[in-house]
């Protein structure tokens, strides 16, 4: 069996993602902090389909829920999976890119449990995008 080292799973990761927050889409480029790999299942293996690139924000607050509770329905929502779900469909950019809208109630839910819109990274993208850097393509 050919197993891959950590470090070179990381860097696989990072590639993957090109250097982007898989939640909330955030550049290192950008944000000038060092990415982390987060486990999209806490309980799951260090393999390639279980792991995506996180900003320490995301990481932080996502720890390690893969479900939360709707506010509306009091319901368990699973958060939304990188790797078996595709971002447009989940979420959108408003606000001139400065805020992340949960499409659905995935997208809802991780918006929420990640705080993807916190007043400090609302205003970074504001800088971001006037200046040509954000959202990324
Ligand atoms: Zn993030």
């Known amino acids: 069996m050919n197993e891959l080292s950590w470090s070179a799973i990381k860097r696989l990761v990072h590639e993957r993602a090109r250097g982007c927050c898989e939640y909330c889409q955030t ?31 995301c990481n932080n607050h996502k720890h390690k829920a893969t479900v939360v509770l709707d506010s509306d329905t009091g319901e368990g929502v699973p958060l939304f999976n990188p790797r078996t779900q595709i971002w447009h469909e989940h979420f959108e950019w408003t606000d001139g890119a400065a805020r992340v809208r949960g499409l659905t109630p995935v997208g809802r839910a991780t918006v929420a449990r990640l705080k993807m819109n916190r007043p400090p990274i609302v205003v970074a993208r504001m800088r971001w995008a006037a200046g040509g850097h954000h959202p990324p393509k």
């Open 27 to 57: 550049s290192e480029d950008n944000s000038g902090q060092t990415m982390q790999v987060d486990h999209i299942d806490p309980s799951g293996d260090d393999v390639l389909n279980n792991l995506c690139l996180a900003c320490w924000n």
